[in-house]
């Protein structure tokens, strides 16, 4: 039973190379596999499971975040926020490099969306750099990189479901993930300080030619500055602050989120049935998308555990003289390389089930004598694999915001200039990952 748990998980991860959709491929095969391995009988399990996912609570703020964020972007507030930040930094070296970090991730608090992020600020962002003598491999890289931080900065989808897997508190999880989101956005702040005085004498003559451009670019004034700049901030606030003082519940903020998104549509005079429509339409097919691969991951980890997979898998390791640091390092490459291929959502409903027993396995004192409880244990693996699959969705050559990067960028830059701009990103997200193994209290600094 163990090595067919492991040929089935084999032949999960090749089908989907395949290009069939994710829950097709997770529900079709496990029943197939279930049919014939385990009996008719051992799918009245099933129902119970599905019904017990879908009733789960936490579960509705995913479709109330996704149409929060698209109502922002719809609006057009990423835009408009960009040039408010261009007029917070103007006169500073490299402002519109830190203007596009801070966009970044205000969009990242504000929507958690990441695709549609990297896309709005490629399309924003990357003519404005470029017409401003900033180097294409930077200008790429900055972006892809800032537009990705919606991967730990809350309210992050990634977060819910890791959450819902874990079986942890979503607001913990999103107060362990401000820190290691702060260190991110500082980290690229100084280095977009640093990489624009390198091209300072460069930027200061294009910025000189292009004065009127310029104002163009910040020309955001009075009350309409501060409705840009502030209303985001005050809308991040109510729903963050409403989780972290225990007033609402993850999915009650989503839901003054998702209000409070429209009210902004409003005050911009963006809000009509076109709008509502088209946001509609977008929050429906992201969320199915999200359920049905959930419902098709309930079925293989149903499968998979009836073929004794996760007691093979806790044996090899547990008795094989693997320590529990040498298993997180595994999982840390091999939910990496798998970021390469597979779509956050796939990854987290398909690898986390199979390691958690694992996790649980080895216990707290094994992983850290500095963690407490099986609580921050998990806790602290949820944030290590959120920042690992972030770091994965930037890396060449099958880094998904590079693809969403090159859709917008086209001719303008090279590929090979991309792939420079991105490195010293992954190297600053890839110290993050070790100092976050190495002091696993950090995270518990807002938490």
């Given at each position: 039973?163990?090595?067919?748990?492991?040929?089935?998980?084999?032949?999960v991860l090749l089908f989907l190379l395949t290009g069939i959709p994710v829950s097709f491929v997770l529900g079709g095969l496990s029943v197939w596999v279930g049919y014939?391995?385990?009996?008719?009988?051992?799918?009245?399990?099933?129902?119970s499971r599905i019904f017990g996912v879908m009733q789960n609570y936490v579960l509705i703020a995913v479709p109330l975040f996704i149409f929060m964020g698209v109502t922002l972007e719809r609006a057009g507030i990423a835009e408009d926020l960009l040039r408010a930040m261009a007029k917070v930094f103007r006169g500073v070296v490299g402002g519109m490099a830190v203007s596009v970090v801070w966009v970044g991730a205000l969009l990242a608090a504000s929507t958690g969306i990441v695709g549609a992020t990297v896309v709005t600020m490629g399309a924003i962002s990357l003519p404005i750099l470029l017409k401003y003598g900033y180097r294409p491999s930077f200008a790429s890289g900055i972006i892809a990189a800032s537009g990705t931080l919606g991967q730990i900065i809350p309210p992050s989808i990634v977060l819910v479901l890791l959450g819902s897997v874990f079986n942890i508190s979503v607001g913990d999880l999103f107060a362990a993930a401000i820190l290691p989101g702060a260190l991110l956005v500082l980290g690229y702040t100084l280095y977009a300080l640093w990489a624009s005085y390198r091209d300072r004498e460069q930027l200061k003559r294009v910025e000189k030619r292009l004065e009127s451009a310029d104002s163009e670019v910040t020309q955001i004034e009075g009350v309409q500055f501060w409705f840009t700049l502030v209303i985001p901030l005050l809308l991040i606030v109510a729903v963050l602050g409403s989780i972290f003082?225990?007033?609402?519940?993850?999915?009650?903020?989503?839901?003054?989120?998702?209000?409070?998104?429209?009210?902004?549509?409003?005050?911009?005079?963006?809000?009509?049935?076109?709008?509502?429509?088209?946001?509609?339409?977008?929050?429906?097919?992201?969320?199915?998308?999200?359920?049905?691969?959930?419902?098709?991951?309930?079925?293989?980890?149903?499968?998979?555990?009836?073929?004794?997979?996760?007691?093979?898998?806790?044996?090899?390791?547990?008795?094989?003289?693997?320590?529990?640091?040498?298993?997180?390092?595994?999982?840390?490459?091999?939910?990496?390389?798998?970021?390469?291929?597979?779509?956050?959502?796939?990854?987290?409903?398909?690898?986390?089930?199979?390691?958690?027993?694992?996790?649980?396995?080895?216990?707290?004192?094994?992983?850290?004598?500095?963690?407490?409880?099986?609580?921050?244990?998990?806790?602290?693996?949820?944030?290590?694999?959120?920042?690992?699959?972030?770091?994965?969705?930037?890396?060449?050559?099958?880094?998904?915001?590079?693809?969403?990067?090159?859709?917008?960028?086209?001719?303008?830059?090279?590929?090979q200039a991309m792939y420079r701009g991105i490195l010293p990103f992954i190297i600053m997200q890839l110290v993050l990952i070790v100092l976050l193994i190495a002091f696993p209290r950090l995270i518990f600094f807002t938490v």
């Open positions: 039973m163990e090595y067919i748990a492991l040929i089935f998980f084999a032949a014939w391995v385990l009996g008719e009988d051992f799918f009245r399990f099933l129902p003082a225990g007033i609402a519940s993850p999915t009650e903020a989503a839901a003054i989120g998702a209000a409070g998104s429209l009210l902004i549509a409003a005050g911009r005079g963006k809000l009509n049935l076109a709008l509502v429509h088209q946001v509609a339409r977008e929050t429906t097919y992201m969320s199915s998308m999200v359920f049905f691969i959930l419902l098709g991951a309930t079925t293989f980890s149903l499968v998979f555990r009836g073929l004794n997979g996760d007691i093979f898998l806790i044996d090899f390791f547990t008795e094989g003289g693997y320590s529990a640091r040498e298993f997180l390092w595994v999982v840390v490459i091999i939910v990496f390389i798998a970021g390469f291929f597979i779509d956050f959502i796939e990854i987290i409903f398909i690898v986390v089930p199979v390691i958690l027993p694992i996790i649980k396995a080895y216990g707290v004192d094994d992983f850290s004598s500095a963690l407490a409880t099986e609580s921050e244990l998990l806790l602290w693996f949820a944030i290590l694999l959120a920042i690992n699959l972030q770091t994965s969705f930037l890396t060449p050559p099958f880094g998904f915001s590079l693809f969403y990067l090159k859709g917008v960028a086209g001719d303008r830059v090279s590929t």
